[in-house]
């Protein structure tokens, strides 16, 4: 098992920045990548970004790419995500998630943390 807790999420105006963080603790041994996904009201969750954990590669949704910029710390287990020239329609509950891999591929996901940007 592999447990998240994020933090960093709040309220801005547009144009502003914040960066959100996600701590991984447990079997983190297995983590092959950890990401971003976001949920806005009535809307599906969808990607923002990710990082794989060993090479570094990453890799941003269309509406990310420019102004979010994924990072990691391995020896703190903790992914970042920093958000600049924040929008309104980036306003939603943002999720991070750890993909495992060894004994079958699992996806863990963390209580999420509320992002608002005002307008």
């Known amino acids: 098992q592999v447990q998240l807790v994020e933090s960093g999420g709040g309220l801005v105006q547009a144009g502003g920045s914040l960066r959100l963080s996600c701590a991984a603790s447990g079997r983190t041994f297995s983590t092959y990548a950890m990401g971003w996904f976001r949920q806005a009201p009535g809307k599906e969750r969808e990607f923002v970004a990710t990082?794989?954990?060993?090479?570094?590669?990453?890799y941003y949704a269309d509406s990310a790419k420019g102004r979010f910029t994924i990072s990691r710390d391995n020896g703190k287990n903790t992914v970042y995500l920093q958000m600049n020239s924040l929008k309104p329609e980036d306003t939603a509950v943002y999720y991070c998630n750890c993909h495992t891999r060894g004994e079958g591929d699992h996806d863990y996901w963390g209580q999420g943390t509320q992002v608002t940007v005002s307008s």
């Open positions: 990082i794989i954990w060993s090479g570094g590669n990453t």
